[in-house]
């Protein structure tokens, strides 16, 4: 997608990279991780990655205004799963997109999952770490990100 990051990653990879990259993201997520992991991150232009936010934004926003919808996603919530004071609005939301031969965002799924929020910064930080790509940015990312993870989920209790 960025041609010369891909060339990049492409003439730098290999087997063993890709066995140290599993080991990280094993250890770095204290267990093993059972699903596949990709041998490559992607690297998506902004242009596309504002487009994918935008779409996104807009279908959520969709959903998050329709009541018939929203009484629906309420009902599919077995009761021993329901919370009490609930949001009007998710706290974790995410809308995943596959990308079609013009290289254009097309909706996959739209899921709440909050475990993966804690997952992709590791992943993308074990990216950097065993390809060598430039990671400098994605440590300032990876803390702040971090930080604003703990305080939606733990807030001001002891974890």
Sequence with gaps: MIPE???RFNRTFTAEKYGRFLREIDQRSGTHVAFRNCETP???PKQ???KMVSYGKTLVHQLLSNPD????S???VPP???VPNETPHPMFIQA???LDENIQPKLVEIQGFPSLYAFQPVQAQAYCDVYGLDSTLSYVFVDDYCHLLKKT???GHDP
């Design 42 to 44: 992607c690297f998506i």
């Design 5 to 7: 990051w891909r060339e």
């Design 74 to 76: 309420a009902d599919a």
């Design 153 to 155: 989920v733990v807030g």
């Design 96 to 98: 995943d997109f596959g």
């Design 48 to 50: 596309i990655l504002d």
């Design 80 to 82: 021993e799963f329901r």
């Design 69 to 72: 919808y929203m009484a629906a």
